[in-house]
């Protein structure tokens, strides 16, 4: 019985000790992949205005004036190209964008340009390259000019122009 016991033992602390060869350390990967893009920060749902301000009914200006008023800011990844797009707006005839009279069917004509000279076009649904300098800031280089017609009746005209980014 006693050897029973001693072999029963011996064997016991042989399954403990394991096999001798095991290895006690290992490596596992660790690895991320960052893809460019860009954000919309300050969850705005409006790009800015372009606002000529408030004129006289009877005036025949040619005015113009640039994006402005964004609450929203665009960050992206340094080096991302990134291009706009933008659509007719909700008041557009025969391919020209129109302020409209609210409450009424006047329109004014538009143009919108993506330089301050106002010599380079955007055309509807045109993709424009949008350039910046700092990446967690850019601007949306959109310009407008309007010819006053000096006959349309007073009031408010406005227009929505959908903005498309792509990267």
Do not use: E, H
Request: hydrophobic share 45%; aromatic share 6%.
């Amino acid at each position: 019985m006693r050897v029973w016991r001693a072999g029963t033992v011996a064997g016991c602390m042989l399954m403990l000790a394991g096999p001798l060869g095991a290895a006690t350390t290992s490596t596992f990967a660790v690895n991320a992949q960052v893809v460019a893009g860009c954000l919309v920060i300050g969850g705005a749902t409006q790009y800015g205005t372009l606002n000529y301000g408030t004129q006289s009914a009877l005036s025949t200006a040619v005015l113009s004036t640039a994006l402005g008023g964004s609450s929203v800011t665009l960050q992206c990844t340094p080096g991302v190209v990134l291009s706009m797009s933008l659509d007719a707006g909700q008041n557009a005839n025969a391919g020209v964008r129109n302020l409209k009279r609210t409450g009424g069917t006047q329109v004014v004509p538009y143009q919108l340009y993506q330089d301050a000279a106002l010599a380079q076009g955007i055309g509807i649904g045109q993709n424009v390259n949008v350039s910046y300098a700092d990446p967690a800031a850019v601007r949306l280089p959109v310009y407008g000019r309007l010819q006053l017609p000096g006959t349309v009746p007073a009031g408010t005209y406005t227009d929505v122009v959908q903005v498309t980014l792509t990267w």
